[in-house]
């Protein structure tokens, strides 16, 4: 089972997952396409999550299953932050924290493209990433080898008290550890997925709300909550009434005044 994984505009997802049984297949950072081999006949079920988006899940035929693209949706929770003309996109369950053009990056995921005039500064421990513009994607989680994969532009990395940076081109990825210097070397999707080799996606499925839901986490997340949505609802009823009756009143004037003359 082959495919490719993307957002709602097409864009690769770098970082997702799907799950059939007990089969797992990441897709690939740089297009998005993933590959589940060994699924049984009677694996009917599969499941498309990432961090950030909501999960999916589709019937699938084993017996006649082909290429298989799935799209998903982004969660109101994602950040994104402004990255000259481009965005960074940061999912909920990516622990780093905002200030200024820096991130204080700690595990998960972030990826993004853009070009700006100051570069894009991610701090982590004693490491800095500095990314003029370009296209990249990250991730480190518990336990886990952490890597960085540049695919347009260039990334430099400053090491402890290193006087000079270590350069990753596009077309490069490079393992990060803070026990070993950083050594690019030229991105091969039959690397990474050998690995990636997790047996579980590294998300927790989280399936979409219904409208009304969704609607309802729109409004809290703006401020706005029951109680003052009624309160809305009240004030505007009040506002037409207020309105209303006044015009009510001029018409059962100016028909009480035709009535006189004509009588």
Not at 35 to 59: D, R
Not at 87 to 116: A, C
Not at 245 to 251: G, L, R, S
Request: proline share 8%; with cysteine.
């Amino acid at each position: 089972m082959t495919g490719k994984i993307t957002d709602e505009s097409g864009m690769p997802l770098p970082f997702a997952w799907v799950s059939a049984g007990s089969r797992t297949g990441q897709a690939d950072p740089a297009s998005g396409v993933y590959e589940l081999s060994g699924l049984s006949v009677n694996e009917t079920t599969t499941t498309i999550s990432a961090p950030g988006y909501y999960s999916q899940a589709h019937h699938i035929d084993p017996a006649s299953m082909s290429t298989l693209d799935f799209s998903l949706v982004l969660r109101p929770e994602t950040t994104f932050l402004p990255w000259g003309d481009g965005t960074i996109v940061i999912p909920l369950e990516t622990v780093s924290s905002i200030e200024g053009k820096t991130i204080k990056f700690d595990q998960g995921w972030l990826w993004g493209e853009g070009q700006s005039e100051e570069p894009l500064v991610i701090q982590w421990d004693d490491m800095q990433i500095q990314i003029p513009g370009g296209g990249f994607a990250l991730e480190r989680l518990p336990a886990q080898p952490a890597w960085l994969y540049v695919f347009e532009g260039e990334a430099s990395i400053w090491q402890g008290e290193t006087t000079s940076p270590v350069i990753v081109q596009a077309g490069e990825m490079v393992y990060l550890s803070s026990n070993h210097q950083p050594q690019p070397s030229s991105y091969d999707p039959i690397v990474v997925h050998a690995l990636r080799t997790d047996e579980s996606p590294a998300v927790n499925p989280v399936w979409q709300p219904s409208l009304s839901a969704q609607i309802r986490d729109r409004l809290a997340q703006a401020g706005i909550g029951t109680a003052q949505i009624m309160t809305f609802i009240t004030y505007l009823l009040a506002l037409l009434i207020l309105c209303i009756f006044p015009i009510i009143i001029v018409k059962s004037y100016i028909k009480n005044r035709r009535e006189g003359k004509h009588d």
